[in-house]
């Protein structure tokens, strides 16, 4: 459908984030659409490598009214478990979902905000960007990487061990999914992996809860002017789960230095030590989504938009979700998300109360 419509409000974005904010939104009685530029549920977990595991049990990675099942078989449910769930999830809530609908921009238009579509426009009064990190990935500036002679991935590309098998590979970086994904890769190709600083894997008896926990005593001490954080983790260490554990436990599992350059046939440290690559597969995070944001002109000379909670300073009718601590501590995880988006939902039905 295209011409203009009317909603009190717009979430752009329709992963675990944008429902989220649906169901809180639903149960204040506030009128609102979800754009969703994919054309089927499930956000990004959909588009994610084979054999990625959720690093907490289910119960504990649900969004806020519904427990997620549990995997017959599996501890840690897999990414399609978690598809299943999002999808069940907006159809139990009856959540307003309009698909392959790509949000170009959105506009300040006198007391609404105008949010432009590829298929029309939409009026509101207050909107939420719920777009995440996946469709950004990042790739460091190390010197060479253009004349690098294999072939290069992100996170986002890859797939299955299958793809690399017999080649030599170097896996960068030293997070959660740079240790699965290595963990992945460790039978079937020749690997190296390299890492910024010694990785730091989580006891085996810690699982993603106590990143949670983590992140929210950190907020809470920045809330409270301390540096005490009073979390039993940091949100860069490892959970071991099971094939990381088990590829580590076999010596599989060894992280080396981050190497300075890249050359055309592999990598080179500073002291001058090489090795050849086929391939590399850059697991070195994600930045916001917020190009539909521009027209706001709201970001600071570091590219970052000031925000109290969830909602942005310089427009207290937009409130961002689900893209980090500074969004809400842990809010770009399933069970993190639940309570800034009951923030944010809270805050925008009383700035539409009369």
Known sequence: MTGDRHTQVVIVGGGQSGLAAGYHLRRLGVDFVILDAQSTPGGAWQHTWDSLHLFSPAAFSSLPGRLMPPQPGEEYPDAGHVVTYLRDYEKRY???????????????????????????????????????TWWRPFLPAVPGRRHF????????????????????????????SGAQIAADLAYDAELTWATLRPPRFLADDIDGRALFDAATARRRAVDEGRTDTGGVASLGDIVAVPPVREARDRGLLKAAPMFARLIPGGVEWADGTRAEADAIIWCTGFRPVLSHLAPLQLRGRRGHIATTGTRAVDEPRLHLLGYGDWTGPASATLIGVGRPARDAARQIASLLSP
């Open 94 to 132: 009856e959540l307003p979902v309009e698909r392959l609908v790509r949000v170009l921009g959105v506009h300040r238009d006198g007391e609404l905000l105008r949010v432009e579509t590829d298929s029309g426009s939409w009026h509101a009064r207050a909107v939420i960007s719920a777009t995440g």
């Open 149 to 176: 002679g294999g072939e290069q991935f992100h996170t986002v590309e890859y797939r299955r061990p299958q793809d690399f098998a017999g080649r030599r590979v170097i896996v960068v970086g030293g997070g959660n």
